[in-house]
């Protein structure tokens, strides 16, 4: 296998988050683009307002690279309407993937037909454009009994509604990455909550995001049974397979 294949190279950051001003952070959203042609990752994983720009790199270099860029994020608790527009207006700007931050906070609150509605109408317009749609359900905030029972629903919505042909399609994602944990604990995947999402949301994928930094980590995931990782290290992890006498697996 090539560790290459499962790597979404991300980069989320606004001008602000970053520090720096836009038009650093257009530069370093160019770079992360150009480095996923060139290391030929799986997807690159940038904000949506950076889609189009993207679209255009990968054309002029008649690249295979994909673009995903992330829906109602990070905190997912929009409308379903402004999910829908926003997912709309990245399929126009070419996006591959769509990963949507499911509304935790409701489903947390019990407002589980908002949250099937949200999954449904969001998923079928993913599918219908021939999108690849990923659910982000945030393990950080939820409890172990909550990462199941909401890779369950998901996963319950998806096989109730839609072929079988379109699983394979619909990733639970874990993490967005920038939610902000207390004493320091890991807002990201984890081996414990990819289990219970691998547990309860097959058929359906399992992307790991958040946390995954090195070739050790990245190989552990992909051994458990993720199909993607998304991560900011694409490069470190990509560079240390090279050099790793572990590398085929």
């Known amino acids: 296998m090539n560790i290459n294949d499962y790597l979404d190279s991300t980069y989320l950051k606004t001008a602000e988050q970053a520090g720096i001003s836009e038009n650093e952070n257009i530069k370093t959203v160019v770079n992360c683009v150009q480095e996923a042609i060139d290391e030929r990752f799986k997807l690159v994983m940038i904000r949506p307002e950076m889609v189009s720009l993207a679209k255009k790199m990968i054309i002029k270099q008649n690249s295979k690279l994909d673009i995903g ?6 905190k997912g608790a929009s409308v379903l309407s402004k999910k829908l527009k926003e997912a709309n207006q990245a399929i126009l700007d070419g996006t591959d993937d769509l990963d949507f931050v499911c509304n935790y906070e ?13 999954i449904l109408k969001c998923t079928q317009l993913g599918i219908k454009n021939h999108k690849v749609v990923k659910w982000i359900i945030e393990v950080a ?5 909550q990462i199941i029972q909401l890779s369950a629903l998901i996963k319950n919505v998806v096989i109730s509604n839609l072929k079988e042909e379109s699983y394979a399609s619909v990733f639970v994602k874990s993490s967005t990455g920038f939610y ?17 999402m691998l547990e309860n949301a097959s058929p359906l994928p399992v992307k790991a995001a958040g946390g995954v930094r090195n070739y050790g980590e990245a190989m552990e995931m992909v051994r458990l049974g993720v199909k993607r ?3 900011s290290s694409a490069k470190t992890i990509a560079e240390e397979a090279t050099s790793s006498d572990n590398y085929l697996y």
């Open 141 to 145: 905030a939820l409890n172990n009994q």
């Open 69 to 74: 860029t992330v829906i109602d994020f990070p």
């Open 106 to 118: 409701a489903f947390k609150k019990g407002k589980i037909n908002l949250v099937k509605e949200e």
């Open 180 to 196: 902000k944990t207390e004493n320091n604990l890991p807002n990201g995947a984890t081996i414990p909550s990819i289990i219970m």
């Open 229 to 231: 990782i998304g991560t």
